[in-house]
């Protein structure tokens, strides 16, 4: 069952978005080649998500969501410069990292892939 991505007003404007298209390509012994896009939903769009400034007791909120969602289930959100709310999931080859930035206060980063469902 799809979440909300937790404390989404907490996430930094350092954030970034990147897209990708999927295609399959058929290469010709002359040179030519063709290109077709790779189903129906072939942009792949993928998110660096950061947040900066948390508490602890933030961290540790942010933490558990992704502990609990086990880096198999959805989370919604609406991302920047974007006003429909979409479906990601973390990539299957990031990391959760957390990173203390000086006092009490942490740093979080992790990227989140796009799917549909």
């Known amino acids: 069952m799809a979440q909300p991505l937790p404390l989404q007003d907490k996430i930094s404007q350092g954030s970034t978005r990147s897209n990708r298209y999927r295609a399959k390509k ?3 012994g002359n040179g ?5 896009k790779d ?3 072939n942009k792949i769009r993928t998110l660096e998500v ?3 400034h948390l508490l602890e007791s933030e961290m540790q909120t942010v933490e558990t ?3 609990v969602n086990e880096g ?3 989370f919604t959100y609406i991302p920047f410069g974007e006003s429909i709310e979409q479906q990601f999931i973390q990539d ?4 959760l990292d957390i990173v203390p930035t ?8 992790v990227i989140l892939e796009q799917v549909y469902e």
């Open 39 to 41: 189903g129906i939903n």
């Open 26 to 28: 058929a290469q010709f």
């Open 92 to 95: 299957v080859d990031s990391t």
């Open 50 to 52: 950061v947040w900066q």
């Open 102 to 109: 000086g006092g009490a206060t942490y740093t979080i980063s």
């Open 72 to 74: 198999v289930d959805v």
């Open 65 to 67: 969501a992704f502990d």
């Open 32 to 36: 030519y080649s063709q290109r077709i």
